[in-house]
C-alpha cells in the first residue's frame, strides 16, 4: 500500500505536520506554506505511563490528528532505510520494509516510527505520507570517506558503509550560518556541531556535506547521552567471549549502558546533570565531560585537515546551544586553527550570534536548529512535484 498520491500545485496554501517521535513521547509541529508559519505546536508527555497524555501512541497520534487547521500531509524524520532511501520518499510498503530490514542498525528510532506510521496510515489513509531520511545531506560524501576496511561482499549485501545522520540539523546548519556571516555558502568549510543526547558533527565544504562522524549506525562517532559512540570491535567480541553474552543482550548494553552514562555511571547521561555533578567534585563525572571536549575537539581538527581549512564552527542541539562551558572547553585548543572564544558573547549572550573575537579567521556560531521546517520544506517539495 502508497500513501495517497497527492500532488498540490505550487501556488496553494499546503499545511504539513512534522510529528517527532520518542518512546514515551510525541512533539509536532504544523506548518504552513509559502509562509512557513507555525500553525499549532505541542508536546504530548510521558505515553503509555501513569498519568501520561496518552495511553499509547495511537492515542497521542490520535489527539494530534484532530487539529482544528487542516492538515494537507505528513512529514517524517525517518532515520535509516539503507543506500535505497537516502532522500525523500513517498511512504510505500517497500519503503517500511526497508526500515524494518535497517531496525538492527536503528533500534531505537527505526522502531518507533515503523509502529507510527502504520497508525498514521490506519487512522487517515487518504493522508499523504513521506518519509524524509536523517543519511540525505549526506549522499554528498566522496566515495573514499564512505567506505570501511570490509569485505566488498558486506557492502553489496549488507549495505555497510558510512551513512551520516542528523541530516535535516546539519542542513539547517548549512543554510542558516552563512545568513548569520552574510557569507556565500560556496565560500565556506563550516563544520557543523549537533551535540544533544545524540550527537553529531559534519564537515561542510560549499554547503555540501563531505564528511560525518556518525556511520553506519546513529551509535557511532562522538560518545553520546548512553550509546558508545566509536569503539574498537574486537572490544565488544572479547567482553562477548568472556561473558557468554548475546548479540541481543550486548545491543543493550550499548545502547543504553554506554557513552557518557558509561564513563560516568550518572543514568540518563544528560550532561546538565553531568556538569553538576563535576562541579562538586565528582571526578567520573568530570572525566566524561572531558572526554567528550577531547572527542569533539579532535573531530572538528581533523574535518579542518579533509577540507584542507575551516572558516567557520557552528554548534547546535540541546547541548551545543546550551552549555557555554563545554563550547569553551571544545574551543580552548583549537587556537591553532584560528579559533578563539569572546567569552562574554559565550556566556551571556542570547540567541543565534557569533561568540568568536571578531579579528579571528574562523567565525564560531550558536543557533537554534529546525529540524522540523526542514523536513516539511522537503514534504512540500515532494508533494508538490508530479508523481513518477
Not at 31 to 44: A, C, M, N, W, Y
Not at 98 to 113: E, F, S
Not at 249 to 270: F, T, V, Y
Amino acid at each position: 500500500m502508497t500513501s495517497r498520491t497527492v500532488v498540490f500545485s505550487q501556488s496553494c496554501l499546503v499545511n504539513i505536520l512534522v510529528p517527532n517521535l520518542g518512546s514515551t513521547s510525541l512533539k509536532y509541529q504544523l506548518i504552513e506554506f509559502p509562509s512557513e508559519k507555525v500553525l499549532s505546536t505541542g508536546h504530548l508527555e510521558r505515553i503509555g505511563l501513569p498519568g501520561g497524555d496518552a495511553k499509547d501512541h495511537r492515542e497521542a497520534i490520535t489527539q494530534v490528528l484532530q487539529l482544528s487547521d487542516p492538515i494537507h500531509g505528513v512529514g517524517f524524520k525517518a532515520v535509516h532505510g539503507g543506500p535505497k532511501y537516502r532522500g525523500t520518499f513517498r511512504v510505500d510498503d517497500e519503503l517500511l520494509a526497508a526500515m524494518q530490514n535497517y531496525k538492527i542498525a536503528a533500534p531505537l528510532h527505526n522502531d518507533i516510527y515503523l509502529s507510527a506510521l502504520e497508525i498514521f496510515r490506519s487512522l487517515r489513509p487518504e493522508l499523504p505520507l513521506v518519509a524524509v531520511f536523517e543519511t540525505s545531506f549526506h549522499r554528498t560524501l566522496p566515495e573514499y570517506a564512505s567506505y570501511y576496511g570490509v569485505p566488498q561482499e558486506w557492502v553489496n549485501q549488507f549495505g555497510i558503509r558510512k551513512y551520516g545522520f542528523h541530516g535535516a540539523s546539519h542542513r539547517y546548519v548549512s543554510e542558516q550560518v552563512p545568513k548569520i556571516l552574510e557569507a556565500l555558502p560556496e565560500n565556506l568549510q563550516l563544520i557543523s556541531c549537533h551535540l544533544g543526547g545524540s550527537s553529531s558533527i559534519c564537515a561542510i565544504d560549499g554547503g555540501r556535506s563531505v564528511d560525518v562522524s556518525m556511520g553506519f549506525s546513529p551509535q557511532s562517532g562522538v560518545e553520546n547521552a548512553t550509546r558508545h559512540g566509536d569503539l574498537d570491535v574486537f572490544a565488544v567480541l572479547a567482553v562477548m567471549d568472556q561473558l557468554d553474552c548475546s548479540s541481543m543482550a550486548m545491543r543493550e548494553q550499548l545502547l543504553n549502558k554506554g557513552g557518557l552514562a558509561g564513563i560516568s555511571g550518572i543514568a540518563g547521561g544528560d550532561v546538565r546533570d553531568l556538569e553538576r555533578s563535576a562541579s562538586q567534585g565528582d571526578e567520573r563525572a568530570l572525566l566524561a565531560l572531558e572526554t567528550f571536549a577531547y572527542e569533539i575537539r579532535k573531530t572538528i581538527g581533523s574535518y579542518a585537515a579533509a577540507m584542507g581549512g575551516i572558516n567557520a564552527l557552528a554548534f547546535t542541539g540541546g547541548i551545543g546551544e546550551n552549555s557555554a562551558s563545554l563550547r569553551a572547553t571544545v574551543c580552548q585548543e583549537l587556537g591553532l586553527l584560528g579559533i578563539g572564544l569572546d567569552p562574554v558573547e559565550n556566556l551571556h549572550g542570547l540567541g543565534d550570534r557569533l561568540i568568536s573575537y571578531e579579528h579571528l579567521p574562523v567565525k564560531v556560531v550558536v543557533l537554534k536548529t529546525n529540524e522540523e521546517v526542514i523536513v516539511a520544506r522537503e514534504t512540500k517539495k515532494l508533494l508538490q512535484s508530479k508523481p513518477a
